[in-house]
């Protein structure tokens, strides 16, 4: 049996996902509720202590990317979910499978972090404006381009890879939901980002359009009821 060691509402999710999409069964192993505490306990399973660990048999893993892609060889093959390596499409399935982490989660916390700072030095009264690059790259934050780049793609087609759903549209969610608070600098908490509330998808439809259709997707919601069974945590 496949374990996650899991945190709930972060990255661990797109193991469950995936797990229910190919219907392969999997245990998660966190304290509900407790994330202080489930952070803690991964120290007895990797050094890195991060999530999500994923064991199978004597295959010990971080770093979900890879996970998704491990899974995918090992009990995926044949699966729509990866295309295969002669299809049009993976190119992108490729691509959009390693920037949800490579460059979309590093842009999105980049910002939360500069923003965070921002309001420090505003109260300290020591903020002064950084300078301006020219360009796109000046007239948007990190976060604000990710969505851009997402709303552009999406508008060509309906997943980030081409026609059908893959596990790079599994790894792309959870930067979207983060990324659409960050790139409009609004307050998102856990619980904010499950849904669609929120003011900021007005400037992204695509992209709310996407993440619509990917709640209502059933081995979505099994994984959302597996890996946070008494809703989202208060952190």
């Known amino acids: 049996m496949i374990m996650i060691r899991h945190i709930e509402g972060r990255r661990s999710e797109r193991v469950a996902w995936l797990l229910e999409e190919l219907g392969v069964p999997y245990e998660l192993d966190f304290i509900g509720g407790d994330i202080l505490g489930s952070l803690l306990e991964l120290e007895k399973h990797h050094e890195m202590r991060m999530t999500p660990v ?6 010990v893993m ?3 990317s890879a996970i998704l892609e491990y899974l995918l060889a090992k009990y995926g093959k044949g699966s729509s979910l990866r295309p295969a390596e002669d299809a049009p499409e993976f190119p992108a399935y490729l691509e959009f499978l390693h920037f949800a982490e490579g460059t979309a989660m590093q842009k999105i916390m980049g910002d939360r972090l500069g923003q965070a700072l921002e309001q420090a030095q505003r ?14 790259a000046g007239s948007r934050s990190g976060s604000q381009r990710i969505l851009h780049y997402c709303e552009n793609t999406l508008a060509k087609r309906p997943y ?3 026609d059908q759903f893959t596990a790079a549209d599994i790894m792309m969610h959870f930067p979207l939901k983060l990324g ?6 609004a307050t998102a908490s856990i619980k904010d980002i499950q849904t669609l509330d929120g003011a900021y998808w007005d400037a992204f ?3 709310k359009d996407f993440m619509a259709r ?4 059933p081995a979505y919601q099994r994984a ?6 008494n809703g989202p945590p208060s952190m």
């Open 160 to 162: 980030f890879a081409g």
């Open 123 to 136: 109260k300290a009264g020591d903020y002064q404006e950084p300078p301006k690059l020219p360009g796109v």
């Open 205 to 207: 439809p695509r992209c």
């Open 180 to 185: 659409a608070p960050a790139a409009a600098k």
């Open 214 to 217: 990917m709640a209502a997707r």
């Open 224 to 229: 959302m009821q597996s890996t946070m069974p």
């Open 62 to 64: 971080v770093e979900s």
């Open 54 to 59: 994923v064991e199978d048999g004597d295959v």
